[in-house]
């Protein structure tokens, strides 16, 4: 799982680098082929940080909060929404399951599986933070720090 994290947020790296946001992360847009070749889909959605998304069907379950009210999109968000995706693979929840009004910032987390590092617990708790977010760049490190990572 954390692999497939890594291999997500390395083609994440890729597409902000060429000066785009995907805009969209969520699981049903990140794909592994029998290979365990990870693929980020749906690239309709990805446009240069300026562009505004209108009329784009994105998927707020997954949307960084202080973007519900805009249409524009970050990379900021990119990474609340791969933190999103990565806390939904490891719990079975979402982070926002029961929780209304999806225009505030849902309560921290709780993490139900004692299996998970602290180390991966709060590299994914860090991405979901409303202030402080760490960069792509340092998420992606703090994944490849994990032991969850070290030990495949």
Known sequence: LVKHAVDA????????????????????NILVNGSGEVRLIDLATAREPSKEYQH?????????????????????????SLAATVYNAVTGRSIRNGYRDIFRLPPPPKF??????????HTITS?????????LGNFLKRLQESPEYSSN
């Open 56 to 80: 784009s069907p994105l998927s707020p379950g997954y949307l960084a909060p202080e973007l519900f009210n805009t249409p524009d999109r970050t990379r900021s968000g990119d990474v609340f």
């Open 127 to 135: 991405g979901l933070a409303f202030y402080d977010r760490p960069d």
């Open 9 to 28: 947020a390395e083609s994440l790296v890729q597409i902000h680098d060429s000066g785009l946001v995907h805009g969209d992360i969520k699981p049903s």
């Open 112 to 121: 139900l599986n004692p299996k998970i590092s602290s180390e991966l617990e």
